[in-house]
């Protein structure tokens, strides 16, 4: 009894202490990660094209692009630390400047044709946390020629990953949303702003996002998910465990969706790896299921709520159907899950599950591996590690 007690209590420990690091480095990792650049394409009837991006604009200018997650990672972190200090307009002044590099960094494709890009305004805001990234807003402007019937987007690295919402003048909600990485180009995007989306449309898309955040780019909550499955490859307890993680994350990530409850990802990320560090932990601390871990898993559930909602956010939900569109992305996250499940199932746990070297063999050293990668990424995310 002294020994299990022990376990846990350096379990806890030890998730006290990745906790306490997160808040303690949460500002300076806000200060320096590199966040997705938020832009918001208007389409007017006449096809005038009013282009908003939201970016750091100081890492923008530093050359710090999407091949660094931290601008201290960064050759020219100098420089950034250094444009961070000025004021507005001397900021604003140096955007207008570079004018050419930041439309360079841009390829806005209708049909098959590249538009030019006009900057329009630069507004900086006044940087009066410093403990934080500074967002300012660019305007650009173009035109779609009559008759055209899509827009492509494409940004370089430089510009970095792209958070792309496309709606219609006069309306509040986007019609098209979607995360896109540096130098890809998003899927083609109708400009007929009279045409309304299927319901159909709208929940093949938003099902295949939410299954895309989980496979393939969702490694963290892969990982998650085969911490889970290891401890017992058995199919009742896997699926009670994995129902108390789908009745949580379901409920912090209609809250975020809905703009209801909001935590910076600065702070849930690291979190979140803190939640795999600990079941890995237990898995290798313990030999057989607790009871109350399904409701640890619920707690951590949460966590990775959170997290999906974060990214449902960057880009958007549809004008209308938004109901149909949340249900739609948990069904592509719950799917994403269930096919992780599903390989580990097939793959390990019919096949190796009862046989008495499981947990020698496959237990122990994949819940090293996994607990390994985690701490690294609580490190990481935080802010104590510089790679």
């Known amino acids: 009894m ?22 303690t480095h949460v500002q300076t990792s806000v200060a320096h990660e590199i966040q997705p650049a938020v832009v918001e394409i208007e389409v007017a009837s006449n096809g005038a094209l009013k282009i908003n991006a939201r970016l750091n604009l100081e890492a923008f200018l530093a050359d710090i692009g999407a091949d660094h997650a931290d601008t201290d990672d960064a050759p020219t972190a100098a420089l950034y630390d250094e444009l961070r200090q000025l004021e507005p307009e001397a900021l604003a002044h140096r955007a207008t400047a570079a004018a050419g590099d930041l439309t360079g960094a841009i390829t806005l494709t209708i049909d098959d044709t590249v538009v030019p890009l006009e900057m ?67 899927d083609p995007v109708s400009l007929d702003i009279t045409a309304e989306q299927t319901l159909t449309d709208i929940v093949v898309r938003y ?25 017992s490859p058995r199919l009742r307890p896997l699926l009670i465990q994995i129902s108390s993680f789908t009745i949580a994350h379901s409920i912090t990530l209609a809250l975020g969706a809905l703009g209801i409850l909001s935590i910076p990802g600065a702070i849930v990320e690291p979190l ?14 313990t030999t057989r299921l607790h009871t109350w871990r399904p409701i640890i898993i ?32 948990n069904v592509g996250v719950e799917l994403g899950q269930l096919a992780v499940i599903a390989v580990c199932y097939l793959t390990v746990g019919y096949f ?3 046989k008495p070297w499981y947990r020698r063999f496959i237990v122990v050293p994949a819940s090293i591996a996994i607990a390994t990668i985690a701490i690294f990424w609580v490190l990481d995310r935080t802010g104590v590690l510089v790679v």
């Open 120 to 186: 329009a305004n630069v507004d900086v805001p006044a940087n009066s946390d410093t403990s934080a990234a500074r967002q300012s807003n660019i305007l650009l402007k173009s035109v779609a020629p009559a008759g055209a019937e899509t827009l492509v987007w494409k940004a370089s690295s430089r510009f970095g990953v792209t958070a792309l919402r496309v709606r219609r003048d006069g309306e509040d909600r986007p019609y098209y949303g979607a995360l896109i990485n540096a130098n890809t180009s998003s």
């Open 298 to 329: 619920f707690a951590f559930g949460l966590l990775h709520g959170l997290g999906f909602a974060s990214v449902l956010g960057e880009f958007g939900m549809p004008t209308g159907d938004f109901i149909a569109a949340l249900l739609a992305f």
């Open 207 to 231: 099902v295949v996002s939410g299954f895309d955040h989980i496979v393939p780019k969702g490694l963290d909550h892969i990982l998650f998910v085969i911490g889970i499955f290891l401890l």
């Open 352 to 354: 190796f599950g009862s």
């Open 272 to 285: 979140i790896a803190a939640s795999i560090v600990f079941i890995a932990l237990e898995n290798l601390m």
């Open 2 to 23: 002294h020994g299990a007690a022990g376990r846990r209590a350096v379990r806890f420990a030890l998730l006290i202490w990745m906790t306490l690091c997160i808040v």
